[in-house]
């Protein structure tokens, strides 16, 4: 069944882990959107149960707590410039070369390649047309000496499949070119086509950050299944550089 192609709605089923990715589902027209999860969702933290109880406020007679009492009516505050701030999103991707361009040869995949990072709900961002990818630009690129690089797609729209769905059908050493921005083109040769199951999918392996260099392409297969308005399956594909 086609499903509708939102900004965060991930047809390519992905989950990520705690520290890189675990799976998601497909959403589909009528569902909310759902994306790639960069993280499970932090629970709400447990109030930490007061030293003072209930009749013990350690209230002064003016009715002030300790800390109050303790505190200076003309107490200096400091300068908001000599404050440290951090971020607290992952850094962009520097001085990467990122992606701009993927082709895969014998199919009709040759989309352009945009870099996404996390958008609403912790989600990996996926774009809107089918004629784009999104590498995660959070972890490796292609070309980087170490670890997998991601870009994952929509499998289909309201009419009918998207390019991405042609993923399955790869075989070994099929050639994967990728064009990148201001640096030298890629050729990967495919090295393995996997169906994994969703509910048992190997996040830490799809997204490693170490290890040899590698390209993974990502959408959804399997079967729709309409309890779930989800795809039961994601295709992973994987390349080694040629």
């Known amino acids: 069944m086609p499903n509708t192609t939102t900004t965060t709605v991930a047809r390519t089923g992905l989950l990520l882990s705690a520290v890189l990715i675990a799976a998601a589902g497909c959403a589909a027209p009528s569902q909310p959107a759902e994306g790639i999860m960069l993280a499970p969702a932090a629970s709400d933290a447990a109030a930490t149960p007061s030293a003072e109880g209930p009749g013990n406020t350690g209230a002064q007679p003016d009715g002030r ?24 999103l992952p850094a ?3 001085e990467k070369a990122p992606p701009t ?33 999104g590498w995660y630009r959070h972890g490796p690129a292609p070309g980087d000496d170490a670890g997998t690089a991601v870009i994952a797609a929509h499998v289909d ?17 099929t050639r994967i070119t990728v064009e990148r921005a201001d640096a030298e083109t890629l050729t990967y040769r495919v090295s393995e086509v996997e169906l994994m199951d969703k509910d048992e999918f190997d996040a830490a392996a799809v997204f490693r950050r170490d290890g040899k260099p590698r390209l993974r392409l990502v959408t959804c297969g399997g079967e ?5 308005q989800d795809y039961s399956h994601n295709v992973v594909v994987t390349a080694v550089p040629d």
């Not at 300790?66 to 400091?78: D, F, G, K, L, R």
């Not at 361009?101 to 989600?123: C, H, K, M, P």
């Not at 499949?161 to 070994?172: D, Y």
């Open 224 to 228: 729709w299944l309409d309890g779930r």
């Open 157 to 173: 729209t309201l009419s009918g499949l998207a390019p991405f769905s042609e993923l399955r059908q790869l075989r070994p050493d």
């Open 92 to 94: 962009a991707a520097g």
């Open 101 to 133: 361009r993927l082709v895969v040869a014998g199919t009709s995949i040759d989309v352009s390649v945009v870099a996404v990072g996390i958008g609403a709900g912790n989600e990996m961002e996926i774009p809107d047309s089918v004629d784009r990818a």
């Open 65 to 88: 707590t300790p800390n109050q009492a303790a505190m200076s009516e003309t107490s200096v505050i400091p300068d908001p410039a000599a404050i440290p701030v951090h971020r607290a």
